[in-house]
């Protein structure tokens, strides 16, 4: 596949940093150079065009270049985080991965094969287009993973048009929509791609210091976890231009506390999704919920208050399960909006809103006011049947310090009592120590709710 326009701009730019990765600088020169040079490595493995090709990484200078290379060679490319290892073989079954490249330190490659056949129409009407493919996992709080395949031309398409270079912090993982999207931005803009190996709030908030950050592309529960441990105020962030924050709803309280501290940064919601790529956004205002999605390639339109998109770098479509688009290629994203003029309020999931005696409650909304409360380092809110109401409101609790179930319900109740509407407060509290986001920073619901 023809990436000249963009290796052009590499050239361009040879001497500029192009990675940042353990405190070490890799220039636009060097990652051409080791591009070539892993073009050169498939012939002496054996890779042929048209294979399926697993990427068993993070990002790394390497990696970066490994793809960059897959891309041009036209291989459909499976990239797998190490937090994926326990369904590594399921993956490989339904991309029918047939060779597979992994490391363990970024530096020290693998290869080895898998000899399966692509079967997959899909897959086989990608090879018939001498295009390259991507395969993602979908990452969803509850359900089976679906495997979204990507004509990485489509993809690629949107980062054509010259944008700001921005040295970026790559929080979001190597496998994920949003982490595909801020490697093409970084590079086709020649900006500077800043890699972290950890995401907690301290190590993220060492490399914007060190490195002068100027965007952070995140989600809305590493932001709060960023506020609850006041590691912003350990280090200096004053390089940060912007944060952008997507993957989930933010919660309300998050977002102006956030505005408070960062009066000087841009905070933007981005919109995106496995299937649809991420989409160009522009928020109301820096404190605000609501959004604009508009942009060239793709078209928004809500039906019966849930948001549907056509977008030109929509997904061919799922390996293992049906299409989810209509016979014009719309897809419904299954997310509850409001709508205000050209702007929308993304409320959260449809399946996740919980049914109490006939009234909607939306998790995410209850989230943001319980956040508030004292001594509160995560929330997640979910429905549980119950045999009077339909459901009851459930809230699964982290606190900060130690602290009974009995006395955090009371709490809590005295607290929501003026905030929330009798049906929207938890009739049921667990306090957990558990971890309740994933390895993406997104939160993980207990249990799927019907609406």
Known sequence: MNLEWLLGRFENAREAPALIWRNEEFSYRWLLERTNYWSGEFG?????PRSVVALETDYSPDACALLLALVQHCTIIVPLSR???EDRQRFYNIAEVQAA?????????AFKRSYQLVRNPLSQSLFDSGHAGLVLFSSGSTGQSKAALHDFGRLLGKFQQRRRSLRTLAFLLFDHIGGINTLFYVLSNTGTLVVTEERGPDA????IERHKVELLPTSPTFLNLLLLSEAYRRYDLTSLRMITYGTEVMPESTLTRLHQLF????LLQTYGLTELGILRSQSKGPDSL???IKGEGFETKINNGTLWVHARSAMMGYLNAPSPFDSEGWMDTGDAVEVDGDYMRILGRKSDIINVGGEKVYPAQVESVLMQMDNVR?????GEKNALLGYIVVAQITPAEPESSAD???RLEVFASDRLAAYQIPQKIIVSDAVAHSPRFKKIRSQPVAA
Not at 44 to 48: K, M, N
């Open 44 to 48: 002496h493995q054996g890779l042929p």
């Open 83 to 85: 937090a994926s290892a």
């Open 101 to 109: 490249f992994e490391t363990a330190d970024g530096r020290e490659w």
């Open 204 to 207: 993220i908030c060492a490399l």
């Open 263 to 266: 009066p000087q940064v841009r």
């Open 290 to 292: 609501w959004v604009k």
């Open 378 to 382: 995560e929330i997640v809110v979910f």
């Open 408 to 410: 955090l319900k009371q």
